[in-house]
């Protein structure tokens, strides 16, 4: 089926784990008393929020190998199934975690103007392998350290992308102890 699976060897046994997405129902802005104390030249934040200070996928590796089973059929427009078609629809980003939940920044602005989009300090490069069939061998470029990371589906979302909530998010968490 259609997805985003990790995969792992265990014990000798080759296992595929469909990675459930978790939808932001928040965001939250941040900055604005600084902001207001240096006549709005020092930037104030945008960030979407997930609920839960992890994920619930938790996994060792921190070279992990996924797979994205993604509808080419499409041909890129995504008018027939919904399903994106490409990899490059999804955007790997490591999270900031608080006490109760994990954010990620998606805007910028000051009196000088605003910026919208993932910030790069949260953007963790990945590379693929096209195995045909809309099947992609995804994996990281570099090992990952401890902490919570999610494949950003850029498209989701509401009509505001500024506001991040809908945002949807493949979310999984690096915990190198068991």
Not at 21 to 36: K, W
Not at 74 to 79: A, D, E
Request: hydrophobic share 35%.
């Amino acid at each position: 089926n259609y997805g985003v699976y990790l995969y792992e060897e265990k014990d000798g046994q080759k296992k595929m784990t469909l990675v459930k997405p978790t939808v932001s129902a928040q965001n939250r802005t941040g900055g604005m008393f600084t902001s207001s104390l240096t006549y709005d030249i020092s930037k104030v934040k945008i960030k979407t929020n997930l609920p839960g200070r992890n994920a619930a996928l938790q996994i060792m590796n921190t070279m992990p190998v996924f797979y994205f089973y993604l509808d080419v059929t499409s041909g890129g427009l995504n008018t027939a199934s919904g399903v994106p078609s490409d990899p490059k629809e999804f955007t790997l980003v490591r999270f900031n975690q608080r006490s109760d939940n994990r954010e990620v920044t998606i805007g910028k602005a000051n009196v000088f103007g605003a910026k919208g989009g993932l910030s790069d300090e949260y953007v963790v490069e990945f590379k693929t392998e096209d195995l045909g069939n809309g099947v992609f061998k995804i994996s990281p470029v570099a090992a990952l350290t401890k902490g919570e990371y999610g494949f950003f589906l850029v498209n989701s979302g509401n009509s505001n992308t500024s506001a991040g909530v809908g945002a949807k998010f493949f979310d999984f968490g690096v915990n190198m102890t068991p």
